[in-house]
Nanobody
Framework: QVQLVESGGGLVQAGGSLRLSCTAP????????MGWYRQAPGKRRGLVAS???????NYADSVKVRFTISRDNAKNTVYLQMNSLKPEDTAVYYC??????????????WGQGTQVTVSS
């Protein structure tokens, strides 16, 4: 079973910064879209930011300007730089990758989730 490895979550004070990372195994040779989602207690999982194979980005309105998504294709890794964090950013963050072993077989893969807690 293919597993994405997430890291970088933790506890931070409001106004602080965190950087999340998510790495896909080398068996995923082709990666199209990469993204970050989050789910707060009692709420549905929603998109935070995404980045296409070509580098086009998309952000939820609530994180625009504060968060930056980027990717390193050589490392099969997507990053989420989170600045000016607010208590309402507290959630479990999940990375998602659309890709596969080749361009004929693509799937959606998810990370295990990493907790981000922002204290006021």
């Amino acid at each position: 079973q293919v597993q994405l490895v997430e890291s970088g979550g933790g506890l931070v004070q409001a106004g602080g910064s965190l950087r999340l990372s998510c790495t896909a195994p080398g068996s995923i040779s082709v990666i199209y879209d990469m993204g970050w989602y989050r789910q707060a207690p009692g709420k549905r999982r929603g998109l935070v930011a995404s980045i296409t194979e070509g580098g086009a980005t998309n952000y939820a309105d609530s994180v625009k300007v504060r968060f930056t998504i980027s990717r390193d294709n050589a490392k099969n890794t997507v990053y989420l730089q989170m600045n000016s964090l607010k208590p309402e950013d507290t959630a479990v963050y999940y990375c998602s990758i659309r890709g596969g072993p080749n361009r004929l077989h693509t799937y959606e893969y998810w990370g295990q989730g990493t907790q981000v807690t922002v204290s006021s």
